[in-house]
């Protein structure tokens, strides 16, 4: 069982960054593929990004492309999401995950998450 806690939501104006983070409690952290994904109010859950084991890989959706950036730090059990040029179309819950097994952009493709965290981005 992982637990994953995500921290660094908040309220920005348009134009401007947040850093996401995602602290596991796994010891084995190396072994999980990491996602983003978000939900805004009404809408279903979208993928946002994914990094692989080693940090060596990673791949965004079209909309975020370019403005995040996905990384993590095995030695400290954390996966970042660094948002900048926020859009107010960004706003939504967003949420980490974990998986064993490459799951890509499907959110079904991962067996943990975390609680999730609210970005607010103001025009």
């Known amino acids: 069982q992982v637990h994953l806690v995500e921290s660094g939501g908040g309220l920005v104006q348009a134009g401007g960054s ?4 995602c602290a596991a409690s796994e010891r084995t952290f190396s072994n999980y593929i990491m996602g983003w994904f978000r939900q805004a109010p009404g809408k279903e859950r979208d993928f946002v990004a994914a990094i692989s084991r080693s940090g060596g890989t990673t791949f965004y959706a079209d909309s975020v492309k370019g403005r995040f950036t996905i990384s993590r730090d095995n030695a400290r059990n954390t996966v970042y999401l660094q948002m900048n040029s926020l859009k107010p179309e960004d706003t939504a819950v967003y949420y980490c995950a974990a998986d064993r097994s490459p ?4 959110s079904t493709g991962y067996a943990y998450w975390g609680q999730g965290t609210q970005v607010t981005v103001s025009s």
């Open 18 to 21: 947040l850093r996401l983070s």
């Open 103 to 106: 799951a890509g952009r499907l």
